[in-house]
């Protein structure tokens, strides 16, 4: 590392002499005096952390064209050799600390300098020899019955615990505070509902948490692996798995929905919920409740909760024609006629672009192509783009995104007619993206899903680029399908 200071001194002489009252001299100086510098060369972190036992040593590197010195501001915490050293020598410097018998940590700060210039500061923070471990605290699991359970705490230091989740049932009977060895006794109401679970928290002197320690009561167990559920129009079963360690049941908050119904409605400890559902004709989402319950013991109540169904509505595709006028030629001569353009690639891309493209899923139809035929699709979001490429020749597509991968894909690169579909919908509140393709007549498949997808937020408008790298490619149509509006939860 390189400082150099440069001392100038230009007293000029204007319309006579300057007399300098006082001194004992007079001196008349250049406009340029020699430079002074130092090239401090060094090899250090910003900091280190040190156990308190000083077994740890801290090295360094040093080198400098003047002689030099490393230097703490604690000296009687710590060994520095060699602490100085000449000019043009490297050195390996060790800096060793003498054990810290305090309860608290200690900071130290090392001096790095050479002549007048300070090179870096080192903070070494060497840890104090204060501890506070727990024994037979390893997550307890408690039975549904009142109960007491307690643990031992190992430490030199004072200490407090206190209940920081499941107040309600969950107490400190003993140990709610403490000084070195102790233990902690906590004191569990029964349990008639279901499996719960309760978090004590352990605090050092300062008061600052330091471990936690989490019990779980036996209780009825009940968890669907999903609270809503989203199926398509023509979707024709969905299901449910349910955790559960006793019996349960399944009924409909509104018995006159009749466009959905169950397998069965009586279940025992994990099973499935089959969820069968009529194609959904209306204009419009569907949408019900049900619940899946316990079957209560003596004196205790039900465990409910609560799934929302919704089915989607079909929702028509837009397609249109590919109008000049709707279009912006981005590169090349594409030519427009009959509501079909034509790319051709001639020394360079051939391109058109439309802007304010909102979600949902868009495929493009190419009539015809050539075997050498590269053809582009972008969806453009600032400097983030979607990427889908149909590349003939290479006989793959090439799906991803700018900023993560790209996966190449093979195809039938033989079919001259190709459907190219990008779905840009939303998955919990994120977008997920899916790349869709028709070869020839043959059914659409999914080539590839990126869900979810984060770095562009659902909702966004893209600018579209439609194109050729390579060959020729005609596109007769486009369409546009809006995303379902699944409505509020």
Not at 51 to 77: L, R
Not at 202 to 224: C, K, N, S
């Amino acid at each position: 590392m390189k400082q150099t200071i440069k001392q100038i001194m230009n007293w000029r002489t204007l319309m006579g002499t300057l007399i300098l009252i006082g001194s004992l001299f007079a001196q008349s100086c250049k406009d340029d005096e020699a430079m002074k510098w130092v090239d401090l060369r060094y090899k250090a972190n910003d900091s280190y952390t040190i156990a308190a036992s000083g077994e740890e040593s801290v090295p360094i590197q040093v080198k400098s064209t003047d002689p030099w010195e490393v230097f703490s501001k604690h000296p009687d915490w710590c060994t520095i050799s060699p602490a100085q050293g000449e000019a043009e020598t490297l050195y390996d410097v060790t800096i060793t600390y003498k054990a810290n018998t305090s309860l608290d940590d200690r900071t130290d700060t090392v001096i790095i300098k050479s002549d007048y210039w300070i090179g870096k500061e080192v903070t070494i923070i060497q840890k104090g020899i204060a501890y506070l471990t727990l024994e037979n605290a390893d997550n307890p699991t408690l039975e549904k019955a009142e109960s007491t359970y307690s643990f031992n705490v190992k430490s030199n230091q004072d200490w407090s615990a206190k209940v920081t989740e499941g107040e309600e049932w969950l107490s400190i009977q003993a140990g709610s505070n403490g000084t070195k060895d102790g233990n902690v006794t906590v004191k569990a109401l029964e349990n008639k509902g279901e499996q719960r679970t309760g978090t004590v928290a352990m605090y050092d002197r300062r008061g600052e948490e330091v471990a936690t320690v989490t019990f779980t009561q036996e209780g009825v167990i009940l968890l669907p692996d999903v609270q809503s559920i989203r199926a398509q129009y023509n979707e024709t079963q969905v299901t449910v798995h349910v955790e559960s360690n006793g019996e349960w049941m399944v009924t409909k908050a509104d018995e006159d929905a009749d466009w959905y119904s169950f397998g069965k409605t009586e279940y025992s400890g994990n099973d499935d919920i089959i969820i069968t559902l009529a194609e959904n004709s209306d204009d419009f989402v569907k949408k019900a409740k049900f619940q899946i319950s316990s079957k209560a013991g003596e004196g205790g109540q039900p465990i409910v909760k609560t799934i929302t169904l919704k089915q989607g509505n079909r929702v028509t595709p837009e397609r249109h024609g590919f109008i000049a006028d709707e279009w912006t030629i981005t590169a090349g001569k594409p030519s427009f006629a009959d509501g079909a353009v034509s790319l051709v690639f001639a020394g360079g891309n051939c391109r058109i672009s439309r802007t304010d493209m909102k979600p949902g899923t868009y495929r493009f139809h190419i009539k015809e192509s050539s075997l050498d035929a590269q053809c582009q699709h972008y969806f453009i979001y600032g400097e983030i783009e979607v990427r889908w490429m149909l590349f003939k020749a290479d006989k793959t597509t090439r799906c991803g995104t700018s900023d993560t991968t790209v996966e190449s894909i093979t195809f039938d690169h033989n079919q001259s007619q190709f459907t190219v579909g990008m779905a840009l919908l939303e998955n919990n509140g994120n977008m997920k993206l899916q790349w869709l393709l028709q070869e020839g007549t043959g059914a659409e498949r999914q080539l590839r899903e990126i869900s979810p997808y984060t770095t562009v937020t659902y909702g966004e408008n893209a600018n579209v680029i439609v194109g050729v790298s390579g060959g020729s490619a005609t596109y007769d149509w486009w369409e546009y399908t809006a995303p379902i509006d699944w409505g509020d939860e």
